[in-house]
């Protein structure tokens, strides 16, 4: 199986930057994915990362360390409608289904 | 496109009764899945699909069941309903998970309480 942490709730203020960390344990690593969800809405995709290193997508940036089983989100210039729970989700494909498995997901708050 | 919906959007249930969520896409999509989502246990999996007339258990199967008939339909079967079976239910889709970032697209959920 999987281990996926996330931590549970975090506050920052508006135009501030915050780091989103998903630290995770996996046999057959094969790829991570962060989400968004807004309270009482679906989930979105945010950005993936297979491969060690930064992705940057506007506001947003994802960074993997497959050697450390570590990742982070990391959103520039925060804005009230940031205010979501952002969810880290891993692919394993050693059981051969290459499900990802969700993290219980972060609570982020923000204010103004 | 509508992407992915489900109906319906609100349910409450008593004990003992069943129901049928129903989830479809436009998308032509392979997989197909079932989540539900409780307070502080994040998106767990019930039951996925490969594909049309294929199904398998997720990580709660327990208490239900699904069918997967057409490739755009993806059924969810509460035969006998139990408070703990309280959750908002996703469904999601997506091209395949073999390879690259072929990302999960999400329903709007429904809402379901047992009483």
């Known amino acids: 199986g999987q281990n996926i942490d996330q931590p549970t709730e975090m506050t920052a203020t508006e135009g501030a930057i915050v780091q989103i960390n998903c630290t995770y344990q996996t046999s057959g690593f094969n790829g991570l994915f962060w989400y968004q969800q807004h309270a009482g809405e679906a989930p979105t995709f945010l950005s993936y990362?297979?491969?060690?290193g930064l992705e940057e997508k506007g506001r947003f940036s994802s960074f993997l360390s497959r050697s450390k089983g570590y990742s982070y989100l990391l959103l520039k210039e925060l804005q009230m409608k940031d205010s979501a729970s952002y969810l880290c989700?891993?692919?394993?494909?050693?059981?051969?289904?290459?499900?990802?498995?969700f993290g219980r997901g972060t609570s982020l708050i923000v204010h103004p | 496109n509508a992407g992915v919906t489900q109906t319906p959007k609100f349910r409450v249930l008593k004990t003992g009764q069943s129901m049928t969520l129903l989830c479809a896409q436009d998308?032509?999509?392979?997989?197909m899945y079932w989540y539900r989502q409780d307070p502080g246990m994040g998106l767990r999996l019930i039951h996925y699909s490969v594909g049309e007339g294929t199904t398998a258990k997720g990580e709660v199967p327990d208490g239900y069941n699904v069918s997967r008939l057409k490739k755009q339909n993806f059924l969810l079967g509460l035969e006998s309903a139990a408070p703990s079976q309280t959750s908002v239910y996703f469904c999601a889709s997506s091209y395949s998970f073999l390879a690259g970032d072929n990302e999960q697209f999400f329903g709007p959920g429904t809402r379901l309480t047992v009483l």
């Open positions: 990362n297979v491969l060690d």
């Open positions: 998308m032509n999509h392979e997989y």
């Open positions: 989700a891993v692919r394993d494909g050693s059981g051969g289904s290459y499900i990802p498995t």
